[in-house]
Nanobody, 123 residues
Framework: QVQLVESGGGLVQAGGSLRLTCAAS????????MAWFRQAAGKEREFVAA????????IYLGSVKGRFTISRDNAKNTMTLQMNWLKPDDTAVYYC????????????????WGQGTQVTVSL
């Protein structure tokens, strides 16, 4: 099992930026891909972005392309999500997750999850 801890959430005005970090501990074997999901109040959990550990291939939710950038540092076992041009619709709890097998946008493909960090974007 991989342990994940998110940090970097907070309150920002629309148009601003935040950088989320996920620190992972556990076997690299269990971290084929890492991802960010988010869940707004009253809504289902939504995929945001994912990255494959080996070659850095990425996938993104359409509405964040060009605004968000996912990256990883394998040596430090960390993953980051740089979020620019934030919108009120980006307000949610953001979760880090790892998958041992898939680079995927499907929550059930991810075995380990962090506790989440709140991102609030005001007008």
């Amino acid at each position: 099992q991989v342990q994940l801890v998110e940090s970097g959430g907070g309150l920002v005005q629309a148009g601003g930026s935040l950088r989320l970090t996920c620190a992972a501990s556990g076997r690299a074997f269990d971290m084929y891909a890492m991802a960010w999901f988010r869940q707004a109040a009253g809504k289902e959990r939504e995929f945001v972005a994912a990255i494959r550990r080996s070659d850095g291939e990425t996938i993104y939710l359409g509405s964040v392309k060009g605004r968000f950038t996912i990256s990883r540092d394998n040596a430090k076992n960390t993953m980051t999500l740089q979020m620019n041009w934030l919108k009120p619709d980006d307000t949610a709890v953001y979760y880090c997750a790892t998958s041992a097998h898939f680079l995927s946008d499907t929550p059930r493909h991810y075995e380990s999850w962090g506790q989440g960090t709140q991102v609030t974007v005001s007008l």
